[in-house]
């Protein structure tokens, strides 16, 4: 981040003049109604005019430090003023001095997100971080800070913490990186989902990237040993708000090819199979200046209100016949379920589906749990149940547990699974081959959580 690296600084005295005009004209602007300003009120903004002006000129002649000590007084005069905090941030970063600009470019975006080039330069070096990795989804939270300093406001509760730099807020999940929003715009109704893809990916696949912004939310996926910025195969799945209430997926498949011919020569355009509401294409594109070659399987399906896009990406040319065949049936696979089944009453097929999607899910953790019993794993049992039970769960309880699960097979602990949905409560009871309940699950925060130790 010093001077040698931020190629966008030299462009932004293009707009200082303009910048300085605009404050003449409107931040600085007398109140149209003289009356109703005390005379220190405009004493003061014109002695922060005053400052600006020299700040402006010391900027010109490349004076970064008098251009810094003018900056600082009109914002001493005037501290709300997202413009001076913004030509602080510009001079702190011409005199090599980028985390004071960095924290004045997020003052000034945290005092007027329609201040355009602040917003530009804030984004550049966001950007600059998230192109070295910093912003993935694991990266530990004091690792984040150590880069990116102490943030304009900080949330923790219930194991989750937020960090809030300008408009980009950082989630955390027991203290790593989950996922990253742009507020602008971002209105709260879409946040959540009506509707879901539903999918399958093997254990060598892991979550590398997680963000939402004001038109769409968006997880990227790549293989243990690679990283969204450095990938030879990449999974996606995205929620693209409101544009289901739009247009068709057919539609949408025309728009993507047509910004697709902007950026990138096509060598191939296939739809697999057609379909207005649900449609499967794949496509691939030359190498450019700035992007290898790639090749893309797309499933389209619009839903109610959102349209919903699946992707597998590869960069590992040419794709053998066998491996497209595998992921145009692994994107096939994938359903649009509803996302929050708990708000709404499951028709008997959907208590079906659900059941039988528990029962095999359910297998696979017990399988885990056992595992971690006879290991002893305290911590790492906890996670599978509700938070009331957690603290009951200990190293004794474990002992003797392992004593009495050692014939125990998953298929005798898990035979079936009843799914009720009275009382405005979804929960799924697990009941085992002798016909008596092993434990119940109630879903939290997207996940299911046993509500009873089933071990104990």
């Keep these: 981040m010093n001077r040698k690296h931020s190629d966008f600084i030299s462009a932004l005295f293009f707009c200082l003049i303009a910048l300085i005009s605009v404050m003449e004209n409107s931040v600085f602007a007398q109140d149209q109604n003289k009356e109703a300003v005390s005379v220190s009120e405009q004493e003061k903004k014109e002695k922060a005019l005053e400052h600006a002006k020299k700040g402006q000129k010391f900027l010109r002649q490349k004076y970064w430090k008098d251009a810094i000590s003018e900056f600082e007084k009109a914002i001493e005069l005037q501290p709300k003023n997202s413009v001076l905090h913004y030509l602080l941030g ?36 966001w950007n600059f971080f998230d192109s070295r990795g910093l912003l993935n989804v694991g990266t530990p939270e004091v690792e984040v800070l150590k880069v990116l300093g102490k943030p304009d406001r900080q949330r923790n509760q219930n194991g989750e913490s937020l960090l809030i730099y300008g408009f980009m807020w950082i989630k955390f999940r027991n203290a790593r990186l989950f996922a990253l929003v742009d507020v602008r715009g971002l209105v709260k109704d879409l946040t959540r989902a009506i509707s879901t893809m539903e999918f399958k990916l093997g254990p060598s696949w892991k979550e590398g990237y997680r963000m939402m912004n004001a038109t769409n939310a968006l997880t990227e996926f790549v293989t243990a ?28 498949m025309n728009r993507m090819k047509s910004n697709l011919e902007k950026t990138h020569q096509i060598e191939e355009w296939n739809v697999i199979r057609e379909g207005d509401s649900d449609i499967l294409f794949e496509w691939r594109v030359a190498k450019n200046e700035r992007a290898p070659a790639q090749y893309e399987i797309t499933r389209l399906i619009r839903g109610k209100r959102d349209m919903h896009r699946l992707a597998y990406v590869t960069r590992k040319l040419p794709l053998d016949e066998t491996t497209r065949k595998t992921w145009i049936q692994q994107l096939e696979a994938a359903k649009l379920v509803v996302a929050h089944p708990v708000d709404s009453k499951l028709t008997a097929a959907q208590k079906r589906s659900l059941a039988e999607e528990l029962e ?24 599978y149940f509700t938070k009331r039970l957690r603290n009951r769960i200990t190293s004794k309880m474990l002992e003797q547990a392992a004593r009495q699960i050692e014939s125990a097979t998953p298929e005798e602990l898990v035979h079936s699974v009843q799914v009720d949905d009275t009382k405005n409560q979804i929960q799924a009871r697990i009941m085992m081959k002798n016909g008596r309940t092993l434990t119940t699950l109630i879903p939290v925060n997207g996940k299911w959580e046993a509500d009873t130790i089933w071990f104990k």
């Design 360 to 383: 095999k899910k359910t297998r696979e953790i017990i399988v885990l749990q056992l595992g971690l019993i006879k290991k002893q794993d305290v911590e790492a049992l906890k996670p």
């Design 225 to 252: 040993e690679e990283t969204v910025q450095n990938y030879r195969q990449l999974f996606s799945t995205q929620r693209l708000f409101k544009l289901g209430e739009q247009i068709s997926a057919k539609e949408m």
């Design 90 to 125: 510009v001079s702190y970063m011409e005199n090599s001095e980028a985390s004071k600009g960095w924290v004045e470019l997020r003052k000034a975006v945290l005092l007027d997100q329609n201040n355009k080039r602040a917003a530009n330069d804030f984004m550049k070096i």
